[in-house]
């Protein structure tokens, strides 16, 4: 299932004309690749590995860690490119790729 929201992700990013529609695709392909990353390191029945016994499996907290650190990044990164494309929005009137290569 998240090999068919990436591929609809790659599939908006190469056709979408309009530069808001190119990071909203951009975060979905992000998000399906934190999707897969998490579910790599579930474990079913296992547990948290705070305060549990030796003997009980647990799912690795690394996994999770680097992904809320990537989630972060992305925030920043989505919200740079919105900055960038409404800057670029009141200089040129535009944010459709095919009408900025004109300028």
Do not use: R, W
């Not at 029945?45 to 992904?67: E, F, R, S, Y």
């Amino acid at each position: 299932m998240s090999l068919i929201i990436l591929a609809i992700g790659i599939f908006g990013l190469i056709t979408a004309d309009n530069l808001i529609k190119k990071i909203m695709c951009l975060s979905v392909i992000e998000n399906t690749i934190i999707l897969n990353f998490i579910s790599s390191g579930y474990i079913t029945g296992a547990a948290a590995p705070i305060l549990t016994a030796k003997d009980i499996a647990t799912v690795d907290p690394v996994p999770q860690a680097l992904m809320l650190t990537a989630i972060v990044i992305g925030v920043c990164f989505n919200s740079l490119a919105i900055a960038c494309i409404v800057k670029l929005h009141e200089k040129t009137s535009t944010v459709l790729v095919s009408e900025l290569h004109e300028f």
